[in-house]
């Protein structure tokens, strides 16, 4: 079964600062997605970004990026030029290969409060 | 619109009430996945569904908890003799790939 930490239950940021979420999970899979999602308050989960595990190269969207240490297991989000817009609590969600094919479980997330 | 849609958006119950809940997936997603939601806390897995078949089923889901997706395309979720600590957001989610793209929720609050 996979576990998923993240350590920051709170953190803020000043806008255009840049912030950085932390996560940690356990899988015994080889093969699998991580995400970052985010959810505003009282609205629907977005996805973020996403990252293959097999890619070494770190992915990044826009303001967004991530640091991947497959060794170490670990999957931080950097948001750069924060944005009022991006309060929102975060979360980190691998998901599941072989015949849970596309399962995420997610951690217990961050809530993120930009202050102007 | 051509996000996930779930329908309804809110429902109060009392305790030993039947509900039922609708998901509307993207049409093209083969896969379709519920997960609870409970206060400050992160989604948990549920179900899936690739098609019409049901593949796998977590651990919370007691007997009480029924899904079905005939057909392949939309999708129920009935929870038989409501308790309080039912009380959650069910999101239910589709994907084709591997990005799962969720609706809006469903807030169950059990009296």
């Not at chain 1, 953190?11 to 600062?17: D, I, N, R």
């Not at chain 1, 629907?44 to 970004?49: G, H, N, P, T």
């Not at chain 2, 996930?4 to 049409?27: A, E, L, Y």
């Not at chain 2, 009935?78 to 609706?103: H, K, P």
Request: glycine fraction near 6%; charge should be neutral; hydrophobic fraction near 30%.
């Amino acid at each position: 079964a996979q576990t998923v930490t993240q350590s920051q239950p709170e953190m803020s940021v000043q806008e255009a600062e840049t912030v950085t979420l932390s996560c940690t999970y356990d899988t015994s899979e080889s093969d699998y997605y991580l995400f970052w999602y985010k959810q505003p308050p009282s609205r629907q989960m977005i996805l973020v970004i996403r990252q293959e595990a097999y890619k070494q190269q770190n992915a990044t969207e826009n303001r967004f990026s991530v640091n991947f240490q497959k060794a170490a297991k670990s999957f931080s989000l950097k948001i750069s030029d924060s944005q009022l817009g991006d309060a929102a609590m975060y979360f980190c969600a691998p998901n599941a290969g072989g015949t849970s094919y596309g399962k995420l479980t997610f951690g217990q997330g961050t809530i993120l409060t930009v202050h102007p | 619109d051509t996000g996930v849609s779930q329908d309804p958006r809110h429902k109060i119950t009392k305790r030993g009430q039947n509900v039922t809940f609708r998901c509307d997936p993207i049409s093209e997603h083969n896969r379709l996945y519920w997960y609870r939601q409970t206060l400050g806390q992160g989604p948990e897995f549920l179900t899936y569904f690739q098609n019409e078949a049901q593949l796998e089923k977590s651990r919370l889901l007691s007997d009480r908890f029924s899904a079905e997706r005939p057909k392949g395309s939309f999708s129920t979720l009935e929870i038989q003799r409501t308790e309080q600590g039912d009380s959650a957001m069910y999101l239910c989610a589709s994907s084709f790939g591997n990005e799962q793209f969720f609706g809006p929720g469903t807030r169950l609050t059990v009296l």
